[in-house]
Nanobody
């Protein structure tokens, strides 16, 4: 069964850290671009951080630059989102996503458009002030 399964969301204090995990099954993540997206209530889905497996380039939305980092463990077929210095504007449902690397023109375009081959189920991140 092809799927992405997320874990690691929860409640954290402002300024704290969380690491989200997204385990892939049924396909090999190394062959895919990977990304994290989020959607807050009443807002459109937003590309947060994306990584192209074609050239290793990344894109981060301005509000998370220097705070959020995407990574991948090929041995575990899992991607991660390390979130540091969490702010009150970060709460949302976070989704991991994967797209076949040949479909990526630029990682920025993919992250902004967000069309992907596979999506995780979403995990809630809440930040308390």
């Amino acid at each position: 069964q092809v799927q992405l399964v997320e874990s690691g969301g929860g409640l954290v204090q402002s300024g704290g850290s969380l690491r989200l995990s997204c385990a892939a099954s049924g396909f090999t993540l190394d062959h895919y671009g990977i990304g994290w997206f989020r959607q807050a209530p009443g807002k459109e889905r937003e590309g947060v951080v994306c990584l192209s497996s074609r050239d290793g380039s990344t894109y981060s939305t301005n509000s998370v630059k220097g705070r959020f980092t995407i990574s991948r463990d090929n041995a575990k077929n899992t991607m991660y989102l390390q979130m540091n210095s969490l702010k009150p504007e970060d709460p949302a449902v976070y989704y991991c996503a994967a797209i076949a690397k040949w479909k990526i023109t630029t990682v920025q375009i993919w992250c902004l458009v967000g069309e992907s081959d596979y999506w995780g189920q979403g995990t809630q991140v809440t930040v308390s002030s």
